[in-house]
C-alpha cells in the first residue's frame, strides 16, 4: 500500500473502509472534538492498549477542537467533508472496482470536487495490471497487464459458435472448457478468466476473476473487471453476477430518495430450505422507510435481475418471491466486528456480496437483525 504524506496529499484504502470511517465520524464527531480539547480519550475507546498509546500522543488542543468543529457545522449534509477536513488533499485513491462501486456514490459526496482514482489491479497471488488511465472515472478504470510480473494467461468465457464449429470439438466432451490463450492471443471485447503463474511459485492457478479485454496499451491488453466467478447466485438455470445484485441494488435505491434515505449496506443470500428456492436480500438504510416505498423496493429489486435464467424460472415458479430482509441499524458494523477478532484486518475488510449457507455465524448476525421483510408480489406485476 501506498504510504500518505504528511500533507494528505493522497488517500490510498479500499473504498468502504474510507466510507465506513466518516459514516462513523458523522456520528461520533463531538465527542472527538471533546476528547482533543480536553486531551483524553472517551469511555467509548476501551481497549486498553489502545487508551495506553493514544494518551502518550494525545495533548489538550482547543484551537483544532474548535476549527473541526467549525467546519462540520458549515457542512450540508456532510458534502465535503474530505476537503473540509484535509485542504491539502489532491485526489482520492483506492480500489473502487468490483463489489466496492456500490459505496462510490457516497464517497463522491464526501470528496466533493476531489477527483477519484482507482488503484492499480491486484489481488493477494500478486499484482496484474496497472491502472493507464487514471483520470477515467473508476467504473470505466482499465488496467494494462503487466506482463513482466508473471506468465498470464486466459479461459475465454464466451467461445464463438462458429469457432467450435470449426474446431470440431468431440460431441463426448459437452462440458470441455475452452482452451486458455496467451497473452496476446486474447481479442478486444471478450471476456476472460484470468490464470496466472509467477515467481512466487503459483503454477497456473485459477485468479477466479472475469475480466474483459478492452483494448491494448503498446502490446499488452487491457482489462476491465467484470466480476468474482465464484459469487453466482443462482438455484435453477440462472446466473446472477455481484455486478448484477449492485445495479438490482441501485436501481430500488433510487426509490428511497423522495424520503431522503439510503441504503448504507447490503448482501445476499439464496435461500434453499424453501420449495421453491428464492433470493433474499439484506439490507440496512439510515432511516426509517414507509411500508409502501419498501414493498415498491422489493419489487424493484426483483424485476431489476435481467438474466434470462432467472426471468424464465420466475415465470415457471422454479425461482420463488425475492424477499427483501430490511436489517437493523448497526447490522453490518457487526459484521466487521465479527470478521477482526477472527483474525481480519479492518482495513481490507470486504463486505461479503453473497453468504453462503455454509458461513452460518454471518448469516445467523444477519437473520437475527432483521426488522422488516418484504415478498415480491405475483411475478409480472408492478
Known amino acids: 500500500m501506498a504510504p500518505v504524506s504528511k500533507q494528505e496529499e493522497v488517500w490510498h484504502h479500499i473504498t468502504c473502509s474510507i466510507v465506513h470511517a466518516f459514516r462513523t465520524f458523522e456520528q461520533v464527531w463531538e465527542e472527538l472534538c471533546a476528547d482533543i480539547r480536553d486531551g483524553f480519550l472517551t469511555s467509548r475507546v476501551n481497549v486498553p492498549s489502545i487508551r495506553t498509546a493514544m494518551a502518550k500522543l494525545l495533548k489538550p488542543d482547543p484551537e483544532?477542537?474548535?476549527?473541526?468543529?467549525?467546519?462540520?457545522?458549515?457542512?450540508?449534509?456532510?458534502?465535503?467533508?474530505?476537503?473540509?477536513?484535509?485542504?491539502?488533499?489532491?485526489?482520492?485513491?483506492?480500489?473502487?472496482?468490483?463489489?466496492?462501486?456500490?459505496?462510490?456514490?457516497?464517497?463522491?459526496?464526501?470528496?466533493?470536487?476531489?477527483?477519484?482514482?482507482?488503484?492499480?489491479y491486484g489481488s493477494s497471488e500478486g499484482w496484474i495490471g496497472a491502472n493507464v488511465n487514471p483520470k477515467l472515472p473508476p467504473e470505466f478504470a482499465n488496467y494494462a497487464v503487466l506482463p513482466n510480473i508473471g506468465y498470464f494467461e486466459f479461459i475465454p468465457l464466451r467461445e464463438k459458435t462458429e469457432d467450435v464449429e470449426k474446431d470440431k470439438i468431440d460431441s463426448t466432451f459437452p462440458c470441455m472448457e475452452p482452451k486458455p490463450v496467451g497473452l496476446t492471443e486474447v481479442k478486444v471485447g471478450e471476456e476472460y478468466e484470468i490464470i496466472v503463474t509467477n515467481f512466487a511459485g503459483l503454477y497456473r492457478y485459477r485468479l477466479g476473476d472475469a475480466v474483459k479485454v478492452v483494448g491494448f496499451h503498446n502490446s499488452t491488453p487491457e482489462l476491465q473487471f467484470i466480476c468474482r466467478r465464484n459469487l453466482l447466485r443462482t438455484i435453477n438455470i440462472d446466473k446472477n453476477t455481484e455486478k448484477d445484485l449492485q445495479l438490482s441494488v441501485e436501481a430500488a435505491a433510487k426509490l428511497l430518495s423522495d424520503e431522503k434515505l439510503e441504503v448504507v449496506d447490503y448482501t445476499s443470500?439464496?435461500?434453499?430450505?424453501?420449495?421453491?428456492?428464492?433470493?433474499?436480500?439484506?439490507?440496512?438504510?439510515?432511516?426509517?422507510?414507509?411500508?409502501?416505498?419498501?414493498?415498491e423496493c422489493c419489487n424493484c429489486l426483483d424485476r431489476s435481475f435481467v438474466d434470462a435464467g432467472y426471468l424464465g424460472s420466475r415465470k415457471v415458479g422454479a425461482i420463488g418471491a425475492l424477499e427483501l430482509r430490511v436489517v437493523s441499524r448497526g447490522t453490518f458494523q457487526m459484521l466487521l466486528d465479527h470478521s477482526v477478532p477472527a483474525g481480519g484486518a479492518v482495513s481490507q475488510f470486504k463486505t461479503p456480496r453473497c453468504v453462503a449457507p455454509a458461513n452460518k455465524s454471518v448469516l445467523q448476525i444477519l437473520c437475527d437483525n432483521v426488522v422488516k421483510n418484504y415478498f415480491r408480489i405475483a411475478f409480472g406485476s408492478m
Open 269 to 295: 443470500h439464496v435461500d434453499l430450505f424453501t420449495e421453491p428456492g428464492h433470493y433474499v436480500i439484506f439490507w440496512e438504510m439510515n432511516g426509517e422507510a414507509s411500508e409502501e416505498v419498501l414493498k
Open 64 to 120: 483544532l477542537a474548535d476549527m473541526i468543529h467549525k467546519k462540520c457545522t458549515g457542512l450540508s449534509n456532510w458534502y465535503g467533508l474530505i476537503p473540509a477536513l484535509f485542504p491539502n488533499a489532491k485526489y482520492v485513491y483506492g480500489i473502487m472496482t468490483g463489489s466496492m462501486e456500490a459505496y462510490l456514490k457516497k464517497l463522491r459526496h464526501y470528496a466533493a470536487e476531489l477527483p477519484l482514482l482507482s488503484a492499480d
